[in-house]
């Protein structure tokens, strides 16, 4: 479990972000304050403070330089939100702070700070379990299999029809609650399973993105316990 801190009045921006910071491994603490900031950390030791530069009493780089001067507390990362002035850019550099991000807060720019300085994977690399029928379609001829896992950048499916890697191949399937998605993809990965039958990884390469929304939104579902 990652656990990050939001302080000051940037916590509605940054909590109205539906992408890394809304998975169900990551949980999210508040602080008013610096002052409060600090106490939240020392409690549970979380694994990055995303903290406004300037804020009342204690700024984002004075709590910056408290937290690397406390032997108990400095292992843990920090962006700093600021505006864009060279002067504040430079406070953020100066105070220890692993990263910054300047206003109006940029969700894809945040998602991948975060995930950069927590390891975890980015939106495209999530996958989770998903069965469905899947009707698929190489060189005209149809062929059914079922899927084992999805993300937005494909599927893990499970066939009887020997295909091999570089193969384009159409594909129909259905998401929970969503609608059918159609797309051309590209076998990227081989793997038999048992005798007549195989796994393959399978990378969407023409997909409309009203698709990829709804993938991204079952994605969400399923890492949330919802799906």
Do not use: W
């Amino acid at each position: 479990m990652k656990k990050i801190l939001i302080v000051d009045e940037i916590k509605s921006a940054v909590e109205e972000e539906q992408g890394i910071l809304k998975r169900a491994d990551i949980h999210i603490f508040t602080a008013g304050t610096g002052d409060e900031a600090l106490n939240v950390h020392r409690a549970e030791k979380v694994n990055l403070i995303i903290a406004a530069l300037d804020m009342p009493g204690m700024n984002g780089d004075e709590l910056c330089c408290a937290i690397r001067e406390d032997g108990g507390l400095k292992k843990v990362s920090v962006i700093l939100v600021c505006n864009r002035r060279k002067a504040d850019i430079e406070r953020c550099a100066n105070c220890g702070a692993n990263s910054y991000i300047t206003q109006p807060i940029n969700p894809e720019e945040l998602r991948q700070k975060v995930g950069k300085l927590l390891d975890v994977p980015g939106r495209r690399d999530l996958r989770v379990l998903i069965k469905a029928e899947v009707k698929g379609y190489f060189k005209s001829k149809p062929f059914y299999c079922t899927s084992e896992n999805i993300s937005r950048s494909g599927l893990l499916l499970e066939a009887g029809r020997a295909l091999a890697k570089g193969d384009k191949v159409s594909c129909s399937f259905f998401i929970p609650d969503e609608y059918r998605i159609i797309a051309d993809c590209e076998v990227v990965r081989v793997a038999k399973k048992e005798m007549n039958t195989y796994y393959y990884g399978i990378r969407f390469t023409n997909i409309d993105e009203g698709y990829v929304a709804a993938i991204d939104r079952y994605v969400e579902k399923r890492l949330r316990g919802e799906a």
